[in-house]
Every structure is written in C-alpha cells, then in structure tokens.
C-alpha cells in the first residue's frame, strides 16, 4: 500500500502520467507523509533552473515555468480562490460559497500574482548563490512545501465533506512521518541552517494558515492545502536566502 500510496502522491501533485487507480488514492489517503518524497523529486527538477549558466532575470522566468510543467496549476488555483475568500465580506459559509464560485475576482488576481512575483524574485536570488546552495535550497523549499500539507492534514480539521476532508484527521503520525521524511533535506546546506530554514517555514505557513482557516472558514479544504503548498513553497525559498546571506 505504500508503493500505491506514493503512485498517488505522485499522480496527485504532478502531472507525471502515472495514472489514476483507486487504489493509489486509498493508499495515499491515509498517508499523507508520502507527500514530502515528492517534494524531493519536484525540487531537484525544478532546482537545475537556478544552476543553469544564464542572467538571473531569466532563471527568475524559467523556474517558475518548470514548476508549472512538472505540477500543474491546481494549486495556484487554491491559492487563487483563497484570495477571493480572504477579501469577500461575510462569515465562513458566504466565504466558502465565493472559494467554489469558478468565477475569479481581484482577490485572485493579487494573490496569484503575488505568489508567481514571490517564487520569480526568489529564484532571482537564488542565482547567484554557489549552484550546490541554490539546487539545495529548491529541494529544500519543496519538501517545505509539501510539509506544510502534511500538517495540515496532522493538525486541521475539514470545513465539510471534498478533497480536505480525505487528509484531515491524520493524527501527529503523519506529522512525525512528514518531519523524519524532510530531515534530509534540511541538512542539504550545512553547516550553514539555509536549508532547515526553508524546511521549517514550511509548517510555520502552514499553521498560521490553518488559524486564518478556522477562523474564517470553519475548518480546511482542499483550496487550503493548495494555497498552503504554494505559500509555503514561496516563503521557504526567500527563508532560505535570506538565511544564507546572514549566515
């Protein structure tokens, strides 16, 4: 079931032609830990963009446009009905109700936008660390990335029945199979902490958002868990520039 579970993931969170089986879903259902293997892989793929011998302004382009080849926009989605959630007046159903309309609003338009300027100036950044730093710091950021989902589903719980519904309820082991899985990665810099800065700011999203969701939504959906992967992937890469240069 592991094996199927991490064919899911995979089938899940890129748009690798694995397939679809119910039995990769139900392996990854209960299993949310096998998203940070993923992470992995995405990061090391996505990562080679920042080492390429070109301007930064143009690995600032290109990284982002690998990341949307290997996975796709379904998160950016989340993170575009986000936005209009985060700005529509009302309580959490009037806002639920705005996160389903397929309709995009200027809530959308700015945080979308935001997140593709976000991972951009990162990446530009990035470009001018030694290439062993910046291929470092992408593992490092998506395995944050994919973390912070994993805590999600450990620590949330679902605003109604969807895709956040079949995480939530995880438990702590999931978190701790998450946390031992992302270890590695967040040893990719050392000695200097850049890396486990940038595995760390992965849950530290993840948990302010899942405030702002209780709060203001009820609970986590799937939207979450896709603004959560998008957030965290931004942040975490900055975290560990930023921590790379001070240190």
Do not use: C, Q
Not at 161 to 169: A, N, Q, W
Not at 205 to 214: C, D, E, G, S, T
């Amino acid at each position: 079931m592991v094996l199927s579970g991490l064919r899911g993931a995979v089938g899940f969170l890129t748009r690798v032609p694995v397939g679809h089986s119910e039995r990769a879903w139900e392996g990854l259902a209960g299993r949310p830990g096998l998203f940070v293997p993923v992470g992995y892989a995405v990061g090391a793929v996505a990562g080679l963009a920042l080492v390429l011998p070109l301007p930064a302004p143009t690995v600032a382009l290109l990284y982002p446009l690998v990341l949307v080849a290997i996975t796709g926009i379904n998160h950016a989605d989340g993170l575009a009905d986000l936005g209009d959630a985060a700005v529509v007046h009302g309580g959490p159903e009037r806002r639920r109700e705005v996160m389903a309309d397929t309709t995009l609003g200027v809530g959308a338009a700015v945080a979308v936008g935001l997140g593709v300027l976000g991972l951009g100036l990162g990446a530009f950044a990035a470009a001018s660390l030694p290439w062993r730093v910046a291929l470092g710091l992408a593992v490092a950021g998506e395995v944050g990335a994919k973390l912070s989902m994993v805590v999600l589903a450990g620590a949330g719980e679902a605003s109604h029945e969807g895709l956040g519904s079949t995480f939530t309820g995880a438990g702590r082991g999931a978190v701790l199979a998450g946390l031992v899985l992302a270890t590695p990665a967040a040893a990719a810099t050392v000695p200097s902490p850049a890396a486990a800065a940038a595995v760390v700011a992965g849950p530290v999203v993840a948990l302010l958002l899942l405030v702002w969701a209780r709060r203001n939504l009820g609970g986590v959906n799937g939207d979450v868990f896709g603004a959560t992967n998008e957030l965290a992937r931004v942040v975490a890469l900055h975290a560990g520039v930023v921590t790379w240069t001070l240190s």
